[in-house]
């Protein structure tokens, strides 16, 4: 076997004229950008923030308003206030994509399903819930209150969210 040698020419462009550099950011730019990188890093659902409302009834009769805040940690929180729910002991709390809407007939609700947030008290008329997963959720649009019993998992009570 005959070895050939090989060479390696490195080469470079060197010139005299004057390097263009970009501007300088500015404190409003670099402003601009931090608020739009935070932006981008929120889901659809945490930009909606603050979102509230006050409750319709539906299968029972349901007082009282909510509010959804993100606090200064980063979590966001669902706050009942003057929470007041007919006859029902296993209540949970869910978050749903869909419009609350009311019918021809004057009934009130929304699409099956959605993003079940936590157990509530039906007897706390002041309640504070962490929202799980909060970071990765689309628009929610509403927030009902269902009586977790079987077979109809009725939904006592909604709120459409402004």
């Keep these: ?31 601009t950008d931090s608020a739009d990188d935070q932006a981008s890093d929120l889901s ?4 909606q923030l603050p979102l509230s409302g006050k409750f319709v009834s539906q299968a029972t009769a349901t007082e009282g308003t909510v509010d959804i805040e993100r606090r200064s940690d980063g979590s966001v ?4 206030d003057d929470f007041h729910i007919g006859d029902a002991s296993d209540l949970r709390l869910y978050l749903k994509e869909d419009a609350l809407v009311q019918d021809a007939d004057g009934y009130w609700g929304s699409a099956e399903g959605g993003y079940e947030i936590a157990v509530i008290d039906p007897d706390a008329t002041t309640q504070e819930i962490e929202v799980p997963g909060a970071w990765d959720m689309p628009e929610i649009r509403s927030l009902t209150v269902m009586d977790y019993t079987p077979p109809d998992f009725p939904a006592l009570g909604s709120v459409a969210l402004d």
């Design 44 to 47: 659809a659902f945490e930009q």
């Design 77 to 80: 929180w669902v706050l009942l």
């Design 1 to 31: 076997m005959v070895g050939l040698p090989v060479a390696l020419v490195l080469s470079g462009c060197t010139s005299t004229a004057d390097a263009v550099s970009p501007p300088p950011a500015t404190a409003s730019d670099s402003a």
